[in-house]
């Protein structure tokens, strides 16, 4: 396998007697886009800010295209980056801020030029080169500032929430713009959000972070259908978690409520008796028996929300409560509040957390 | 709601009176010189005394150096404080505030006595080296009134972003000083240069203890010795300072447009 193109090893940070951000390694593929997710303070903006140079790891190395950067200067590093507030020069035209880092790099004014046309172009707005950064909406602004990023031809690309301060159509477009000349113009990328949906729709890994470590690295296939821990779980999508109590750990027999339930492969490091957590996607889980699904548990409606083309049903199993989704549909009325039903799903969709 | 608006008329001539009363009364007993008949002879007395242009130039030259220092030394200050050191404010306002404090005739003292020519630094063994010493105690004066400028203008701009994306765009401290802080706190730059410009033009204390050609002493010793042209000199004082603050007004166009002040 070739080196990375990025490399964070054993990164650590402290500010004082408090650790952000512990033993973080990533390695990231040259054109890649990654993201980091998790919620506020899990410590993925300082990762970022330790490799744009924004602060110096206490512990551990950052290595871009073979070279170790972790004491240069972010005027050195030769990235670009695009931060949640714009940060558009306000003194500033768009093409001279679009230029700014090409007139610092001392190029050449009709180079210059060129370069900022061709950027204009990229984001779709040539028109706009003589207006100042108040002149434009947000979303033009991020635009300028994802321009102004790429314009010097950075080795790396990171991207601090750069979405979270537009409304949510634009969120949207803009996202796909990002990976869309991202793609086209093969930088490597790192994309911090707190957004799993934008997370999950324009990243090729996604590096799920909670208290100052990377809980689970990985396409967003794999986060959301084999989440490696409760809070990757919890945190990306929507999920039901049963408790279960272990009966013959061997074969994976484990009991929810006083029912049988057959999970896929022997339960490693658990013995009978043992409590396990246990996670349902709703969309795994259909209300009554249904072909294909080899596991059912019986239970009592315990609410029904008509949403017009779906209904959100939730099947209280004891002490679980299973949340779960049907369409509607005009020949069957929906579920009544507290009538018996059965729920089905594979075995193979349910998964255990740790 | 119309006896309101009475009332703000009432309060609002009063203060028109306040100010304008006395500034007509001089400006008519200025043209009072020729006896029987109004006359600018005690402008023309004014503007033709040798000593006035001189003096004048003199601290128009020392308002300059001093507008020049102090922005090199509080904008490059208050833009490290808010960016690096904020818990430092505290004690940097109050340092600046000293000034307002300590009376300019203990702070000339203290230079008499620190600069002396026999001292390590003899600041007042030449005219050059007092004239320096006259520019760092204006600097030090105009303090006040030129960091509170100043950190109010940064406070309407995002400093540490600005600062981490010209830094990240591969500026140095330089560039983005000159380039990106400054010309976004232009206008407060501008207004403490203004304020600056009005304390050393009258300035009286420091520049009579350094025994320096400035035009504060010659103010006083015109007032104490002549009736018309003190007068005269009053209102032209008053026309100094109303044309810069509508320099101000005037270059305050041709300041980059920000996000903050998008006219």
């Known amino acids: 396998m070739a080196d990375p193109f990025l490399s964070i090893q054993h990164v650590r940070k402290s500010f004082g007697a408090t650790t952000v951000v512990e033993d973080f390694n990533l390695d990231v593929e040259p054109g890649e886009f990654v993201s980091f997710l998790g919620p506020s303070g899990c410590g993925k903006t300082t990762v970022l800010r330790m490799v744009a140079g924004f602060e110096e790891p206490s512990a551990g190395k950052i290595v871009v295209g073979g070279k170790d950067i972790t004491r240069l200067k972010p005027n050195q590093r030769n990235v670009g980056m695009v931060f949640q507030a714009y940060a558009l020069f306000p003194n500033l035209t768009v093409a001279q801020n679009i230029g700014f880092g090409l007139k610092v790099a001392g190029m050449a004014k009709a180079a210059i030029d060129s370069r900022v046309a061709e950027m204009l172009d990229i984001i779709k707005l040539p028109q706009m080169a003589d207006r100042y950064p108040y002149q434009l909406s947000g979303g033009q602004q991020q635009r300028i500032a994802l321009a102004r990023a790429i314009a010097p031809k950075p080795k790396l690309l990171l991207l601090d929430e750069p979405l979270s301060a537009l409304d949510a159509k634009v969120r949207v477009s803009l996202r796909e713009e990002i990976r869309s000349i991202q793609k086209k113009l093969g930088i490597t990328t790192i994309f911090v959000t707190h957004d799993q949906e934008e997370a999950l729709s324009i990243s090729d890994r996604i590096a799920v972070m909670y208290g100052g470590k990377a809980e689970q690295v990985g396409t967003p296939f794999e986060i959301y259908n084999r989440p490696a821990t409760k809070f990757v779980a919890n945190f990306v999508g929507t999920l039901n978690v049963l408790e279960g109590k272990v009966t013959d750990a061997a074969s994976g027999k484990v009991q929810v409520n006083a029912q049988e339930v057959s999970l896929k492969g022997k339960l490693n490091g658990s013995k009978s008796g043992d409590t396990l957590s246990l996670a349902l996607r709703p969309e795994a889980i259909s209300l009554g028996r249904q072909p294909g699904h080899d596991t059912s548990l019986s239970g009592e409606i315990a609410e029904v929300h008509f949403l017009g083309s779906v209904i959100r049903v939730r099947v209280g199993i004891g002490g679980n409560t299973v949340s779960l989704d049907t369409f509607n549909n005009s020949a069957t009325p929906p579920p009544v509040v507290g009538e018996k039903a059965d729920i089905s799903f594979s075995s193979g969709d349910m998964l255990v957390l740790h | ?263």
Do not use: H
């Open chain 2, 1 to 263: 709601m119309k006896s309101g608006r009475f009332w703000a008329w009432v309060v609002f001539i009063l203060g028109a009176g306040y100010f304008f009363i006395p500034l007509i009364a001089t400006v008519e007993f200025s043209m009072r010189m020729r006896r029987g008949a109004y006359s600018f002879d005690a402008y023309q007395i004014v503007l033709g005394d040798p000593r006035f242009q001189a003096t004048f130039m003199y601290s128009v030259i020392a308002a300059i150096f001093t507008i020049i220092l102090g922005v090199l030394i509080v904008v490059p200050a208050a833009y490290w404080i808010r960016l690096r050191l904020p818990q430092l404010r505290p004690i940097v306002e109050f340092i600046t505030l000293l000034p307002l404090v300590i009376p300019a005739i203990v702070i000339v003292f203290g230079y008499i006595r620190m600069y002396g020519s026999s001292s390590p630094l003899p600041f007042l063994a030449s005219d050059p080296g007092t004239n320096a010493l006259l520019v760092i105690g204006y600097a030090t004066l105009a303090l006040p009134y030129m960091y509170r400028a100043v950190d109010t203008g940064l406070r309407t701009i995002d400093v540490r972003t600005l600062t981490e994306a010209a830094q990240i765009l591969g500026a140095g401290w330089g560039t983005i000083i000159s380039r990106v802080i400054l010309p976004n706190v232009l206008i407060a730059v501008l207004s403490g240069a203004f304020l600056t410009f009005a304390i050393v033009i009258g300035e009286f204390t420091m520049a009579s203890l350094l025994n320096r050609p400035a035009f504060g002493p010659y103010l006083q010793n015109i007032g104490a010795n002549r009736a018309y042209e003190p007068a005269a000199l009053a209102i032209i004082a008053f026309a100094i300072t109303w044309g810069c603050m509508s320099l101000i007004q005037i270059l305050s166009r041709f300041a980059p447009k920000s996000a903050n002040r998008p006219n």
